[in-house]
């Protein structure tokens, strides 16, 4: 595998940052994971825009313009033959002292790695995920704020520790309000009478490429999406519910907290939009290959 690091490409052995990288001593940092398909990268302006938006919150300067990125991106993915892949773009503080001032930090590095992907389960995507609410609440927006993929991801780390020791895969985080936020990795979504419901930004969810996507499919269909705060209450008494990432795509929840949600079986909503979602991933993204 040859990866990329701020210009060059290196050996998977060779592939080393600084111990004195800001992202590795304070999380200080940013990152996308981008999916490519059948050899098209999906939504890639959509994960570099966001990536713009994450920099300026945080006060960091990206060495590399938007057409840099999308150069370098493809290039990685050239470089190691892939057609299918899973994209991970990295941008750190980059090299400073040990103290936390970002100042210190000369120029932000940028790493790409385009390998395969792990993906949950097939049985996940047939009969459904069982998932779980956890005790670690989602960041406060007032604190860091959830709509920046930031390197510092030890909150979601702990969610997911906690699903897992709950025997899950995935974790269901509240926000300190005790409304639904998202999970460690994925947005969420229900859908009751009809209506497809998901928590808006304010209440601690990233604004998921895949969610826009499912939005933007749900209302091709005459469905138009809500943005809802939604209560624990909300979620045990869905028809449907399912969870939406760039790595997960749309998988179906058919148990949380030991109830069953609707009648236990992915939902027609669900399934429809995951037919849709899977089509759209064949025929559009950014060619890596003329
Ligand atoms: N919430 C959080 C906290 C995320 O990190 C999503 C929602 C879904 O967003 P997208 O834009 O992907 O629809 C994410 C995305 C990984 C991995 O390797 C994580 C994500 C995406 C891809 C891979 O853990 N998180």
């Known amino acids: 595998m040859k990866i990329y690091i701020d210009g060059k490409f290196y050996n998977e052995r060779d ?16 990152f996308e994971g981008i999916r ?7 939504k890639l302006k959509e994960h570099i825009d966001r990536l713009h938006c994450s920099a300026r919150s945080i006060l960091l300067r990206l060495p590399l313009t938007s057409r ?38 000369k120029r932000p590095s940028v790493i790409i790695i385009a390998g395969k992907i792990t993906l949950y389960p097939a049985a ?4 459904g995920m069982e998932i779980i609410t956890v005790p670690t609440t989602r960041n406060l927006h007032s604190a860091l704020n959830p709509a920046i993929k ?10 997911k520790i906690e699903a897992n020791n709950g025997g899950c895969e995935e974790a269901i985080m509240l926000n300190a309000e005790g409304f639904v936020a998202e999970c460690t990795g994925d947005n969420l979504f229900i859908v009751k009478d009809g209506r497809l419901l998901t ?4 209440a601690g969810a990233l604004y998921g490429i895949t969610r826009q996507v499912v939005m933007e499919l749900a209302a091709e269909t005459g469905r138009k999406a809500i943005e809802s705060n939604l209560t624990r209450y909300d979620l045990f008494n869905a028809d449907e519910c399912f969870l939406t990432g760039t790595a ?5 929840v058919v148990k949380i907290d030991g109830r069953v949600i609707g009648n236990g079986k992915p939902g027609r909503v669900t399934r429809g939009l995951m037919a849709q979602y899977r089509a759209l991933t064949k025929v559009s993204g950014e060619p890596i290959y003329d």
């Open 124 to 127: 996940f995507y047939e009969r």
């Open 199 to 202: 928590p808006p930004l304010s």
């Open 15 to 30: 592939a080393k940052i600084s111990v004195f990288d800001h992202g590795l001593l304070y999380g200080d940092g940013l």
């Open 248 to 252: 997960a795509e749309l998988v179906p």
């Open 36 to 42: 490519a398909y059948q050899g098209r990268i999906f």
């Open 150 to 159: 930031s390197l510092n991801y030890l909150n979601n780390v702990l969610a």
């Open 68 to 105: 840099e990125l999308t150069a370098a991106i493809i290039a990685t993915c050239r470089q190691n033959r892939l057609r299918d892949a899973y994209i991970r773009l990295v941008v750190t503080r980059g090299i400073g002292t040990l103290g936390l001032n970002p100042n210190r930090c």
